[in-house]
């Protein structure tokens, strides 16, 4: 069956460190892959989207890469802030239909 | 100027009841959705609609009966409402149906009691 998994529920890290997260999938062929920020009580916002044939997207602070030989994505936050402090939530797009993973929350402190 | 909007934020009520959530967008859009992310945080999708054709029907309970009436407004109707329901309810659109970028409204909590 498909599988999506992220690293881990929950990362702490410092204010200005960089945050790494990871999404592994399992039986899909994704044509894209998207992640999105979730806070608390509030809808997903989409960050970045990156495609089956491209290997690195940056926006600003955030650096996504995807291995469809490894079936990953990591998904970056340089120089990192409390302000970044969300629920990242990363996302398959495959037949029209976005499938989401558990995401992870990230806590920066300060 | 909500792009995505859900009425209402909060929804409780008794097992058994019927009871409707209504979504807007005033993107423009041709493709609206109804996603259920429950206590785990799975955000699944439910349904969708491209100019008010239903697209994409997951495995849903046929108790969830939702209605574009145009393609601005996608609403979703249940009956006989069951514990299990207790969610959070995520409306969503995007530009055209293939379009990757969707974009989510506020959500509509649920609680069946």
């Known amino acids: 069956s498909q599988k999506i998994e992220q690293n881990s529920e929950a990362l702490n890290i410092q204010e200005g460190k960089t945050a790494t997260l990871t999404c592994n999938y399992t039986?899909?062929?994704?044509?894209?892959l998207q992640w999105y920020r979730q806070d608390p009580g509030r809808g997903p916002v989409f960050l970045l989207l990156?495609?089956?044939?491209?290997k690195e997207k940056r926006k600003e602070r955030l650096k996504v890469t995807f291995d469809t030989t490894l079936k990953q994505s990591l998904f970056h936050i340089t120089a990192s802030q409390p302000a970044d402090s969300a629920t990242y939530l990363c996302?398959?797009?495959?037949?029209?239909?976005?499938?989401f993973g558990a995401g992870t929350t990230v806590t920066v402190r300060a | 100027d909500t792009a995505v909007s859900q009425t209402p934020k909060y929804l409780v009520t008794q097992m058994g009841n019927d009871k409707s959530i209504k979504c807007e967008q005033n993107?423009?859009?041709?493709?609206m959705y109804w996603y259920k992310q429950d206590s785990k945080k799975f955000l699944k999708i439910m349904f969708s609609?491209?100019?008010?054709?239903?697209?994409i029907n997951e495995t849903v309970p046929n108790r969830f009966s939702p209605k574009s009436p145009d393609k601005a407004h996608l609403n979703l109707h249940i009956n006989s409402l069951e514990l299990g329901d207790s969610a959070v309810y995520f409306c969503?659109?995007?530009?055209?149906?293939?379009?990757?970028?969707?974009?989510f409204g506020p959500g509509t909590r649920l609680l069946v009691l």
């Open positions: 990156i495609r089956e044939n491209e």
């Open positions: 969503a659109s995007s530009q055209r149906t293939g379009h990757e970028t969707q974009y």
């Open positions: 609609y491209n100019n008010k054709e239903l697209i």
């Open positions: 039986n899909y062929s994704p044509a894209y």
């Open positions: 996302a398959l797009g495959l037949d029209y239909k976005l499938s």
């Open positions: 993107l423009g859009h041709d493709t």
